[in-house]
């Protein structure tokens, strides 16, 4: 599970409520969600803006 499929099951929302809420489409975060796509800025920009309290550090650097 990666980290934003665990963001949004700790929050309990669909992967659907989760991308209208950011302004993305579904197949997006579905993407990202699968690994295969990496976010983008401005993905990462509209999630913290909508979820500022999220934290999301383990994107860009590993927490092992």
Known sequence: ????????????????KLAKEIGVSVSYCEKIE?????????????FLKRF???????IFFDSK
């Open 52 to 58: 500022p309290d999220a934290d999301i550090k383990h």
């Open 34 to 46: 699968n690994g295969h796509r990496n976010p983008s800025y401005n993905f990462i920009k509209k």
């Open 1 to 16: 599970m990666n980290w934003m499929s665990e963001f949004r099951k700790n929050i309990g929302i669909s992967t659907e």
